[in-house]
């Protein structure tokens, strides 16, 4: 019987041989596919780690934009307030440099005769008094009542006072005004306007209108 099993096993064998080849194979096939399976699968995994950090990164740079956005439409806006900031400072500047400018020209003109000229206050006094008021109406004196001529004649003196005391007055300042004139014709350069610093500034200004900087507007805003 043992040499039966023997003779059988020898005979098995080559029948036994080729599935055996065949597992093989198909064992070496699953440890090639399992080895690029797992290759295949760390590179998923890196590509979901990659992904992750890609839209981490896109939504870092989109709040970074976001933010660069919202600061840039704060700068524009404060921007375009120092311009108009700038602009009627400038605008204010020039006017006052002009007003002030014909107000020096007059005075060192000696243009004060002239103001002192037409201001005419002889006769004023006539034309409000209510007495001739009253003549001037072709109404009799005789009509009045006495009380009321009595407060016309009152109220006519209060006038003629006011106007003496008001053509007093405006001699004094024109006065004051031919002693600043002088001084001026005197003491003030002929260019004083030109070389004032409000002038300088004023051109400064003008020019920054057009083109604002950083610095201009920085120096603008300490003056």
């Given amino acids: 019987p043992l040499q039966e099993h023997h003779d059988l096993l020898l005979a098995s064998v080559p029948a036994v041989e ?11 096939q699953y440890e090639l596919v399992s080895t690029i399976f797992y290759h295949v699968d760390q590179e998923r995994s890196s590509l979901l780690l990659h992904e992750t950090s890609a839209k981490s990164l896109v939504a870092e740079a989109t709040s970074h934009s976001e933010k660069t956005r919202a600061l ?9 307030q120092a311009n108009a900031a700038v602009t009627e400072k400038a ?8 007003q002030h400018g014909r107000v020096l020209d007059a005075l060192r003109s000696d243009s004060i005769s002239e103001i002192k000229a037409s201001i005419k206050l002889t006769g004023v006094e006539d034309l409000l008094s209510l007495i001739s008021a009253v003549s001037v109406a072709g109404v009799p004196l005789t009509i009045v009542p006495e009380p009321t001529q009595a407060q016309c004649h009152e109220i006519d003196r209060e006038i003629c006072q006011l106007v003496n005391e008001l053509d007093h007055g405006v001699s004094c300042a024109v ?5 600043y004139s002088l001084a001026l014709q005197r003491f003030l350069p002929l260019n004083y306007i030109a070389t004032s610093p409000v002038h300088s500034w004023t051109q400064v200004l003008q020019l920054s209108v057009n083109t604002l900087s950083p610095d201009i ?7």
């Fill in 18 to 28: 080729s599935p055996l080849e065949r597992f093989f194979n198909v064992l070496n």
């Fill in 175 to 179: 006065s004051a005004l031919q002693l």
């Fill in 217 to 223: 507007l920085s120096l603008a805003r300490r003056q």
């Fill in 72 to 80: 840039y439409e704060v700068q524009a806006l404060e921007f375009a």
């Fill in 91 to 98: 605008q204010e500047a020039a006017t006052w440099l002009e």
